[in-house]
């Protein structure tokens, strides 16, 4: 507790000011750090440590006041201190210290900077008011407490992080902090999920396919687990919800492209345009698992270097390698640029068709030299999942069975003992039958863990069928809610709906205007749900009616509570 004080201590003349924090996830003083600046009475953003320059521009974007760090950032003319007790640096950005009671009367907890739906940076200010019910409500669905353990695994600038930090702050339970090194690396991961009893995981879709099969048949499913086996399934078809034989629910939304998991954020194009003068075109394409920036330069001048951009961005903002063209940008009827036809012109400057160009690709994308007989780890060489995620779609087109199969590769490559010399064999078709586990069928590449059966005192098989189908038209963002066999949801459209959870017929039909973007609350005879125009609406389930509609100052994302009175907070 004595960094928290510290740190109260020498924020208290801030107050309602944004205080940024450059210091690593896994380090020990983060947490506390935050709770400080929380303690303070101001609000604190997560700031990336790769980049000072990168650094810099956030700080400037959000009018960051102070800023926290284990580093100085020696390129910026700024006061600073350091503190040989805490080893931390002080630096002051702002004399005025901007109050956030000059933006809003909300206290603000935290900033965060989201690409939304445009792939263009936004910055977002988040009041107590819009996280605290949310943390409240995981804490209750979840029940953790002071005796449970939760995984803190989540990158800092990705918002599900802000879960996992202050569902400890609030329960005080125990926290188990993952290195982003680590969360990267599905074979270390894994020895961290089978080393504690964790009550409490988020893991995002693109990760998880990362996880051995048979991990994750023992890891979710197995006698030990400590999550329930009624599961919820994710597809990625239409905007609808769906529910199987044994009542579990399927959510079925129309997302937004995440390539690799990763939101797209276009920001880079704009740096490059508005820094590099000789680059006169610049977009950033994700085909499959890559992410290619496209540019064409004033012929003669000079190459726009990659190192140079990651030292402008962090990692998971960057290309993974650029194609310089010469050839005409290809054009659509009405003038813009024909993105399908530019990546199928990608495509073929980047896939192999076959090993001839295997050395100098390894070289000049990956700096990876020397790869008859070296011994070098894949993992000792930085290859990461972004950089292996690149590498599985530059080879796709010369891997045999199993390696072509993408989860297979993935895990192939990083795997801490893959050495370089085992790549090649793998690319050139040498003799590869001990890099095979047992468990492989390799003339078709599936795994036959493949498809689970559980056995868990009774015969459970683990697929679904459809047993009824509802089409919102829209996506749907909150969580189904099933109450008394009815099953409660609302969507984008405006219409909420209550559906019987065993024959699928529609009990609840109404539509309002504004979109419904949280989950509704259920309480006695009543379900309210609130839209993104600021409106509450409380709905008699007997008689199927809005019983009230009422107006509040703001957009409604969360989940009204009701307590044993059936007062409604929100």
């Not at 020696?74 to 040989?84: A, H, K, Q, V």
């Not at 496209?294 to 390698?321: D, H, M, W």
């Not at 047993?467 to 969580?479: E, F, H, T």
């Not at 009616?545 to 009701?562: A, N, W």
Request: proline share 4%; with cysteine; hydrophobic share 40%.
């Amino acid at each position: 507790m004595f960094i928290v004080e510290r740190i109260q201590q020498i924020l208290c003349r801030f107050k309602n000011c944004l205080i940024g924090i450059a210091i690593e996830k896994h380090d020990w003083a983060n947490l506390a750090v935050v709770r400080g600046v929380l303690n303070s009475g101001n609000a604190f953003i997560s700031l990336p440590t790769e980049s000072e320059e990168y650094t810099w521009r956030i700080c400037e974007r959000f009018l960051v006041s102070f800023v926290i760090s284990r580093r100085r950032f020696s390129g910026w003319e700024c006061d600073w201190n350091y503190s040989s007790v805490l080893n931390l640096f002080f630096t002051l950005l702002r004399n005025d210290s901007l109050s956030f009671l000059e933006v809003t009367h909300e206290k603000i907890a935290y900033a965060i900077q989201t690409s939304g739906t445009t792939g263009e940076p936004k910055i977002v200010h988040v009041p107590y008011s819009c996280i605290i019910p949310n943390i409240v409500d995981f804490a209750w669905r979840f029940n953790i407490h002071d005796e449970s353990r939760i995984l803190f695994l989540t990158s800092l600038h990705f918002d599900p992080s802000i879960v996992e930090i202050f569902l400890h702050f609030l329960t005080n339970c125990d926290i188990v902090i993952v290195p982003d090194e680590i969360r990267t690396q599905p074979f270390l991961l894994q020895q961290v999920l089978s080393s504690f009893n964790f009550d409490f995981v988020q893991i995002t879709p693109s990760l998880l396919r990362l996880l051995d099969y048979q991990f994750l048949q023992t890891f979710l499913f197995g006698p030990f687990s400590r999550f329930p086996t009624n599961k919820c399934l994710l597809t990625n078809d239409q905007a609808s919800l769906m529910v199987d034989d044994d009542g579990k629910l399927e959510i079925s939304v129309s997302g937004r492209i995440k390539p690799s998991g990763v939101k797209p954020m276009f920001e880079v194009e704009d740096f490059v345009i508005s820094h590099y003068p000789n680059v006169i075109f610049a977009k950033l394409l994700f085909i499959e698992t890559s992410r290619i920036l496209v540019t064409q330069r004033i012929p003669g001048s000079p190459n726009l270097s990659l190192k140079a951009l990651k030292k402008e961005f962090p990692r998971f903002y960057c290309p993974t390698r650029i194609v310089d063209l010469e050839c005409n940008i290809p054009v659509t009827s009405n003038g813009k640029v024909d993105d399908d036809s530019l990546k199928e012109i990608v495509r073929k400057r980047v896939q192999l068709q076959n090993s001839t160009l295997i050395f100098s690709t390894l070289a000049e994308n990956y700096d990876i030299h020397e790869i008859h007989e070296s011994n070098a780890t894949l993992n000792s060489l930085g290859v990461d999942s972004l950089a292996a995620a690149d590498m599985a779609y530059t080879f796709a087109k010369i891997l045999r069975p199993p390696f072509d199969d993408f989860t297979y590769f993935m895990q192939f490559l990083l795997n801490p003992n893959t050495t370089v010399a085992d790549l090649y064999r793998i690319l050139t078709h040498g003799n590869s039958s001990d890099l095979i586990p047992d468990g492989v069928d390799t003339s078709t590449g599936i795994a036959q863990t493949d498809i689970i059966e559980i056995s868990l005192g009774t015969a459970l098989k683990f697929w679904a069928t459809e047993k009824w189908c509802w089409n919102s038209s829209k996506c749907i963002d909150a969580s189904p809610i099933s109450y008394k066999g009815v099953t409660y949801v609302g969507s984008h459209s405006g219409r909420f709906v209550g559906v019987e959870s065993n024959s699928g017929k529609i009990i609840l039909n109404l539509k309002v205007k504004g979109r419904i973007q949280g989950t509704c609350a259920v309480h006695g005879n009543y379900v309210a749900f609130g839209t993104f125009n600021g409106t509450v609406h409380i709905v008699d389930l007997k008689s199927g009616t809005l019983e009230h509609s009422f107006l509040v100052d703001g957009q409604i994302k969360m989940t009204p509570i009701f307590d044993e009175h059936c007062h409604l907070y929100f």
